[in-house]
């Protein structure tokens, strides 16, 4: 990574990664966190007319899934709901 950064003109590179925890209280946090950030990327490849659609097919599809994981067939999850996201903080100057 720092190559390809010097390479594209950049000097004095700092790098270090950590990790970021979100933890969401109950399963619709989660989708509408989902629907607001990590999907926008999926839904580009939809037209625009769509995306309603679209979300409301995976907040289904992943409830549906959870469901399924469960021998009752009722949603049960332990909360709060935990996710680990890996990150790299840049910092540089433009030779």
């Known amino acids: 990574m720092h190559e390809m950064i010097s390479q594209a003109g950049f000097k004095n590179i700092q790098m270090e990664s950590g990790r970021r925890w979100n933890?969401?209280?109950?399963?619709e946090e989660y989708l509408t966190y989902r629907e607001s950030n990590i999907w926008l990327f999926f839904l580009a490849y939809?037209?625009?007319k769509y995306h309603q659609q679209v979300i409301k097919k995976l907040k289904k599809l992943?409830?549906?899934?959870i469901k399924a994981k469960s021998k009752s067939g009722e949603l049960k999850i332990?909360?709060?709901?935990?996710e680990k996201w890996p990150?790299?903080?840049i910092q540089a100057e433009k030779k």
Do not use: H, S
Not at 23 to 27: D, G, L, R, V
Not at 62 to 65: Q, S
């Open 23 to 27: 933890e969401f209280q109950n399963i």
């Open 46 to 48: 939809f037209p625009k």
């Open 62 to 65: 992943i409830k549906g899934n």
């Open 78 to 82: 332990n909360y709060p709901i935990r």
């Open 87 to 89: 990150l790299l903080f």
